[in-house]
């Protein structure tokens, strides 16, 4: 498993290695979860988010990562031979897998997505977070960016319940639809106030109007902009 990935001292809510919506997210869903859990990209660097104590008491729970640290228990390559992968966790198979703020950091994520699915049981569920719009943040390296279709793409032997996944920007609890406005920020004054954000309406007819003029150019002329935005996806692996 190719991540690399280095401490991060931001604590703030935009960070992916501690998103609190991703904590959110999958809280929401835990019912859904069944054991053993592996959480891919375990290691703690001071600002993770804790699954671990959502579903320890509800199955063995092992974490994986790269390079021993807290919050490790096994220390794997996921981009490896499937076989060593497998011998390495003593043949254990998932009932759900985590994967959140991982791929973008894998030189090789149809690997690391192919042997996460070989360790899921059948009807097992994987839980991905992965950046769709965000700052480059390397740890120490920064490859990929995904729309639901590319994590679809790597992961063909899993169903995604497109009902449950859903866009996060990195204010806290701002959950959006993952379609093609996922984390666009429209200046459309009668999109907004049609929709009841009566107050968005007006600043976004502001923002438009100081563009047209010469005003806030760098900003709002543009076509379109994107605020920091991850994907959040459930899948089943297919029986």
């Not at 979860?33 to 509800?58: A, C, H, M, W």
């Not at 790597?154 to 996060?168: G, R, T």
């Not at 760098?218 to 692996?237: E, K, Q, S």
């Amino acid at each position: 498993m190719d991540i690399e990935r280095g401490p991060s001292t931001d604590t703030r809510i935009g960070t992916t290695v501690g998103d609190i919506n991703q904590l959110s997210f999958v809280t929401k869903h835990a019912a859904m979860f069944k054991g053993p859990f592996l959480e891919v990209g375990s290691k703690d660097y001071g600002s993770t988010q804790n699954l671990r104590s959502i579903f320890e008491s509800q199955g063995e729970y092992i974490g994986l990562d790269m390079e021993p640290g807290p919050g490790v228990d096994s220390v794997v390559d996921l981009t490896g031979d499937f076989a060593e992968i497998e011998s390495a966790l003593g043949g254990r198979r998932f009932g759900t897998a985590f994967c959140l703020s991982v791929l973008e950091h894998c030189a090789d994520p149809f690997a690391i997505a192919r042997n996460i699915t070989g360790l899921l049981r059948p009807d097992g569920h994987v839980c991905i977070s992965a950046p769709f719009c965000w700052r480059i943040h390397p740890y120490p390296k920064d490859y990929w960016r995904f729309t639901p279709q590319g994590v679809e793409r790597l992961f063909p032997e899993i169903e995604f319940d497109m009902s449950i996944s859903c866009a996060a920007t990195s204010k806290a609890n701002d959950f959006q639809k993952l379609d093609r406005e996922a984390g666009r920020v429209r200046l459309s004054f009668s999109k907004h106030w049609n929709e009841g954000y009566h107050l968005r309406a007006i600043s976004a007819f502001l923002l438009r109007s100081m563009g047209r003029i010469g005003l806030l150019r760098w900003l709002a002329g543009h076509r379109c902009l994107f605020v920091p935005t991850n994907i959040l996806m459930v899948g089943r692996r297919k029986s």
